[in-house]
């Protein structure tokens, strides 16, 4: 149970998908959103180095 939808309303989901959106274009979709997903992991983890590079450079500037 993922946010309150069941197995069977999560199949109905997924076939509406396929409908609207066609077996070819799924795979762009998901790959597209892979990729997004990865771009966003990659962003945070730069920005979460960056933190730790200035917090470095404020202690040394401390001592």
């Keep these: ?8 309303e999560l199949v109905i989901i997924l076939v509406i998908v396929l409908l609207i959106f066609g077996p070819n274009k799924l795979g762009d979709v998901g790959s597209a959103i892979g990729r997004g997903i990865s771009g966003f992991k990659r962003a945070m983890k730069d920005k979460d180095s960056d933190e730790d590079k200035d917090k470095d450079k404020d202690k040394d500037s401390i001592l």
């Design 1 to 8: 149970m993922i946010g309150g939808l069941g197995i069977g």
